[in-house]
């Protein structure tokens, strides 16, 4: 069994697929910390989690435009950088698949609302680790920058890889880090070395990491290439998808939404008010400017109050916005229907619906998230 040497998890997560692992955070514990604790980090694997020998683990620079290929131990990289520390969260584009399942059916993993965490990274930039390798910083030649993990295919098949744009490899928020909130990378999340990109999906953010690779064109990886790619609504079940002619996703656009109340929650009318809780999250470093909560489908709206990340500012927000209100129980109806939207710096807000952002794989499914409550005597 490639699966028999997976790490011990907390039991509190909540388990979508075992082999391989993948768990959301529970909603209350989401939103109880600012940082989500390492082993509340909701968890994303495509394959076996590698067996990673921290004093052997190699990380290797080379490619186009590479004038001193590195192959660096843990050790070194990290007495030969400078260390610095980011707080930003990981949301995978999968996260509210279930609910774009709801409007009209999907194929993928079904997260629920909770496939995102938060937390603060300690690392070298990407950026000094290139420069020490020779990269010139100018060279129009080289476009991408592939990353490597060391987790493989049981079957024989491929490593798991990624690539960001060479612009985002030498912006100063792109890590190679080495810590998760103050303690070494667990072995489920990258340990020792993974690839902090922070306004970027989940899925660029490659754990293990042993090789980083310049080039002039995307990864050749299956999950480069053929996933993580958002077709037109267009495109239906049984039809022929023609993954060349999308681009792969890179920014996240804007989400937010409720884990508290969870659906079907039950409230006394004597009450009068129920509280509320969730997360905002835009992709690119755009902040979020403000969440609001309706309860009457979207026609009148409530501002919540939100905790962000004191050390960051508006356009350089890499950290989610957590939000909290309480909300009046409307009178005369024996339940309500909780919506919540956010907006970024940049003035996007989200969808009402899935309508118009449904594609076949369920990716990014930001529409307004919408719980009911019933309300008792
Ligand atoms: N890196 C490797 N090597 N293997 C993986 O399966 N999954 C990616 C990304 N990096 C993955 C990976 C995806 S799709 C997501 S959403 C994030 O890791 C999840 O990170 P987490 O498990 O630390 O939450
Ligand atoms: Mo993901």
Redesign the pocket.
Known sequence: DPYANEPVRHPALVVANHKPFNAETPPTLLVDHFRTPNEF???????PVPDVDVSKHHLQVEGLGVKRPLNLSVDELKNSFAPVHITSA?Q?SGNRRANMNAYKKVQGLMWKETAI?NAKWTGVRLRDLLIHSGVDPNDKQIKHVHLE?A?KDPTGGQN?GASIPFEKAMSPETIVAYKMNDEDIPR???APLRLIVPGVV??R????LKAIRLSDVESPSHWQQKDYRVFSASVNAGDELKWETVPSIQEYPIQSAFCIPQPGAAVSRSEETIDVAGYAWSGGGRGIIRVEISTDGGKTWQTADIEQDPQQDQEHMWSWTLFKASVKIPEGVDQMELVVKATDRSYNTQPETSAGIWNIRGLLNNAWHKVEVKIKD
């Open positions: 980090f909701f968890v994303r694997n495509h394959l990981i995978c965490s993990g987790d798991y489920d999340h990258g989940g899925a953010q490659v754990k293990w």
